[in-house]
C-alpha cells in the first residue's frame, strides 16, 4: 500500500504566539490527515473511516500527496527560521 498526505487550503491559522487574531494571519494549508491505500481514492476512504469527524466539518476541498517514502517522517529535515534571524 503507497502512503498519502492530505490537506486542504482552506481556513486560517495564526501565527505561534499570537495575542489577538489581528495580527498577521500565516497564509499556509493545514494537514487533515494521512492514510494509506492502493490508490489516492482507496486512501481517501480509509482517512474517513477511520476519522468520520472530518465529514461533519465545514472542509471541502481536499488535497492529496502521495509520500514517496514509507519513513518520511524519520527522513524529514527540519529548519529553524530563529537560526537565520
Do not use: H, W
Not at 499570537?18 to 487533515?32: A, F, Y
Not at 465545514?58 to 527560521?81: G, P, R, V, W
Request: aromatic residues 16%.
Amino acid at each position: 500500500m503507497k502512503s498519502y498526505i492530505f490537506i486542504t487550503e482552506e481556513g486560517v491559522t495564526y501565527q505561534p504566539n499570537s495575542t489577538t487574531p489581528l495580527e498577521l494571519d500565516i497564509e499556509n494549508c493545514q494537514v487533515i490527515g494521512f492514510a494509506k491505500g492502493e490508490n489516492e481514492d482507496d486512501a481517501f476512504k480509509n482517512l474517513t473511516k477511520r476519522n468520520d469527524y472530518l465529514l461533519d466539518t465545514s472542509f471541502n476541498e481536499i488535497i492529496c500527496m502521495e509520500l514517496k517514502s514509507e519513513d518520511y517522517y524519520q527522513k524529514a529535515k527540519y529548519f529553524y527560521l530563529g537560526e537565520f534571524k
